[in-house]
């Protein structure tokens, strides 16, 4: 049987149809033409930021991803990758339109109607979630549309003598805001920076503290602004074999953050998705707030709390990022990123249907009067594969 | 506080691990300040993430103590 895909198919088929091997090449060029990127699901709200690389085109009606729930295929997947392939092809942010034309892309590959629903279902699920939903991490890939936090207190004063690391003793400039009841210290080096160098502002850290959501600012209690490199710098050069290594930010558990000088400059300025932006400074301090709280309300590596999370993680079966599979440490730093930053947008439920364990386990932590009752233990396989698991 | 004497040196995605002497690498690298006190490292794990390097350093009881995020160049 050979059937065109267009507007016409009828969702109730049977096996989804594909394009015959003489047509597929210009039925899946019709196909494209016939998206109308205005008609179904307009972006509004892009949450997510496009993977660097090759974007798909705007994809926003397909005739067969449209109707992929009322495909024999559908029947074939689990029930809570239903419910999160669902999320995923309904959102309207960039990462629903990533997995609607991955999903497109394979349906309309010559050998797919030739594959049983089982089969079906297995390729359809591994290109809405294989490479994980957020290629990289999630630190800078989210937009910010919140208000920024209210500065109600600053105070400032010179400080002698004080020790950056791997610096020489000096006056810095120490300004201290309070940032919607948060109290935070930022210490500036009034050393001048080498040539060449560029270092952030007071004011651009005060801008990112207040871009950032309050349940993880409240983890920062201090940012230096160094005028000399990380002592660290020349050691991991050689380790790693980069000579031109240089580290640009330093977070220890305590919240208290380094920032090093930098050699960017046109970056300095830039407001979104580089690494030296306001908004990668805030993102990046809101992972970290990830690992303080995780670390303060789970405590040691032998502690239920982190095999709890583990077996959330492993039911939710689906990684957050791929930075987020190196260690149950960095899933949770990049699961509280997703859920802090997107709290309050249409796309927190998107993400909660995705990983809804984890959610379920971050809800305790910064919602409690909405947490559920925890699920009972159960046995779950090893779900993180990097060097730094726990 | 001593350090143990040796810190595992990790790079996700290569199965190999380089032991150091603590006596080998700087003290900025053998130790983490927090809340004023030193605490030793014993393991760094580093994973390359897009344009950069990202290195977390680890204490005896497994506690994640710091991260190190590289600058893009």
Redesign the interface.
Known sequence: MSVKLGPKVDPRTAVIPGPTRATASSEAKETRAGWNPLARRPITQVHHRPAPGPTPPPMEDHPVVDHLEQQLLWAALPAQRQKQLHALIESTSAIGNRARAAIARVVEAEDFAGLTPAEQAVRVSAAAFSPPVIPELTIGDLENTRPLLELSRRQEARVRGFEFAGAAPAEVKVTTVTIAGHEVKITEATTPLPAGLHQHSTETIIDALRRMPLDALKQIQEVQLSSARSPTDAFYAQLYGKPDFRAYMNCGADGVVGVFPFTEAGEQNCTQNCVHSTHTVSSTLVHEAGHSWSMRTYGHASEQGWKDWEAAAARDNMALSAYAKSSVDEDIGEATVLYLESRGTPHFDTYRALYPNRFALLDRQFNPAAAPQPPAPRAVPPQFSGSGDR | MNHPGTIV????GSPE??VMKVTE??E??AF????GAKVPVV?V???V????????S?GA?????????????
């Open positions: 040196f990790v790079e996700v691990e380089k690498v700087p900025s690298v983490v300040k927090l809340n393991r794990v580093a994973q993430v897009g344009a950069q390097r990202i290195i977390v680890y009881d497994g506690a994640r103590l710091s991260a190190t995020y590289q600058s893009k160049s």
